[in-house]
């Protein structure tokens, strides 16, 4: 499965922004897909996850209520939707595949795309 992450830049705390996650990939539509951040000098951290068929979906309790997270299978797509943007939301963002295990340990994620920036000023 290859992961490609897109829609990061540069906004203003409380703006918005949406990420993507294309994926590519026989079997990508089955995996759970999960979203982590990692900012400078920091350990990655478990942002939001969904499950094969969308139909469960999984928050740190730091996003809960500004971010969701969706899929289109058909297009073999993962979505953050990103609201009320905060400064310490500024981090590289991955998107990846879930191998099993936990579902916001990142240890248990097998595939993993290249971040994208999201730079949050205040």
């Known amino acids: 499965v290859q992961l490609q992450a897109s829609g990061g830049g540069l906004v203003q705390a409380g703006g918005s922004l949406r990420l993507s996650c294309a994926a590519s990939g026989r079997t990508s539509s089955s995996y759970t897909m999960g979203w982590f951040r990692q900012a400078p000098g920091k350990e990655r951290e478990f942002v939001a996850a969904?499950?094969?068929?969308?139909?469960?979906?999984y928050y740190a309790d730091s996003v809960k209520g500004r971010f969701t997270i969706s899929r289109d299978n058909a297009g073999n797509t993962v979505y953050l939707q990103m609201n009320s943007l905060k400064p310490e939301g500024t981090a590289l963002y991955y998107c990846?595949?879930?191998?099993?295990?936990?579902?916001?340990?990142?240890?248990?994620?097998?595939?993993w795309g290249r971040g994208t920036l999201v730079t949050v000023s205040s």
């Open positions: 969904i499950s094969a068929n969308g139909g469960s979906t």
């Open positions: 990846a595949a879930r191998a099993g295990g936990s579902i916001n340990f990142y240890q248990d994620y097998r595939y």
